[in-house]
């Protein structure tokens, strides 16, 4: 019998699904693979019950912790950004969150790690993703502005969270040709920017004005 949990009903049903994914085509998403994924993980499973009649909506949601889920565009732009321009065999996630974004990209790639600062977020997103049945992703609660060294170097770095200047470790774990994409600035001010790492540089391009939560230190 199928998961009625993951099929959705009403508000969390194929139709409204299709919906997003034509939103966000309409807003430039145009990698048929992420778009896909967007439409075939369940939202509704990664937020409070409360809140997944408002899963489908293009916006970002509470998850507690004073944290939210990222909003759907920002995932697929994120995610597309990051394949675009070379291979992405092994990838790092920086602020795992309830593992939303994990699930549209684990699948994609791989082999995913990911690092989240809060335990109780990282502990319900590896139960969610093990009832996705995803299994290329390793977990890790630390802080992840200092990468995760024993798995790098790394094709791909993803980071969901904004510091004031990009962390050089990260940097560091890329392999040549590898990308990094990142919001960075100050709340209000942010820009999505993209690295890619050359044998004598790094390249830099600006994606777009962003809003996300800041990148803290530490562990909680
Ligand atoms: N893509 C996630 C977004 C979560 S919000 C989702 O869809 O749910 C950003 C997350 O980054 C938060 O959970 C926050 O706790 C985490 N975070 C902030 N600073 C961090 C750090 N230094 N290391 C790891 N995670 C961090």
């Known amino acids: 019998m199928p998961d ?54 293009d916006t970002a949601l509470p998850i507690g912790f004073g944290q939210t889920i990222s909003q759907p565009y920002i995932v697929a732009r994120m995610t597309e950004a990051l394949l675009e321009g070379g291979a992405a065999d092994n990838v790092l996630e920086v602020g795992t969150g309830c593992g939303y974004q994990t699930a549209v990209l684990a699948p994609l790639v791989k082999r ?61 774990q890329l392999k040549v040709g590898g990308r990094l994409v990142v919001p960075i600035g100050p709340e209000g001010h942010q820009q999505l920017v993209r690295f890619t790492r050359r044998e004598q540089r790094n390249d830099r391009e600006q994606l777009g004005a962003v809003a996300f939560v800041p990148l803290l230190g530490g562990t909680s």
């Open 4 to 57: 009625l949990r993951f099929e959705g009903i009403g508000m969390t049903s194929a139709r409204t699904r299709d919906r997003l994914v034509q939103r966000l085509r309409e807003q430039g998403i145009a990698n048929e693979s992420v778009l896909e994924r967007i439409r075939n993980v369940p939202r509704h499973i990664f937020v409070d019950e409360a809140l997944g009649s408002r899963a489908y909506e």
């Open 112 to 172: 995913l790690s990911t690092i989240e600062r809060i335990e109780p977020l990282l502990t319900r997103a590896r139960e969610r993703l093990k009832e996705l049945g995803i299994r290329n992703v390793r977990f890790r609660h630390g802080d992840g502005a200092l990468g995760w060294k024993t798995q790098g170097p790394f094709d791909a770095i993803l980071v969901a969270a904004a510091p004031l200047t990009v962390p050089e470790p990260l940097l560091k």
